[in-house]
């Protein structure tokens, strides 16, 4: 088993920047992939990032140019840079990880979320 456990989320104002973080513990040579997840209130669960053990990141398009997604595989942590936050950005962030490619494959092991609210 893989435990993960989200920090970082609160209230921020539009502009501006959150980050969040993810320490992995456990079978963390499990967690291949790695990254985020988020839930807006009566939206399904949607990918946003992701980083390989080997450092390759991929985002979603709504992430491209804000976020940045970033891993130290000695501390077993990932960590989510958010920039020029929008209210749309408002949700529940989830971490996850997995063996296989967490974009297309549900992800073995999520955290308990941490809430980013983005006020207009």
Known sequence: QVQLVESGGGLVQAGGSQRLSCAASGRTGRAYYMGWFRQAPGKEREFVAAVTWDYNSYYADSAKGRFTISRDN???????????????????????????????????????????????
């Open 74 to 120: 000695a501390k077993n942590t990932v960590l989510l840079e958010m920039n020029s936050l929008k209210p749309e950005d408002t949700a529940l962030y989830y971490c996850a990880a997995g063996g296989q490619d967490i974009r297309y494959t549900r992800p073995n092991y999520w955290g308990q979320g941490t809430q980013v609210t983005v006020s207009s």
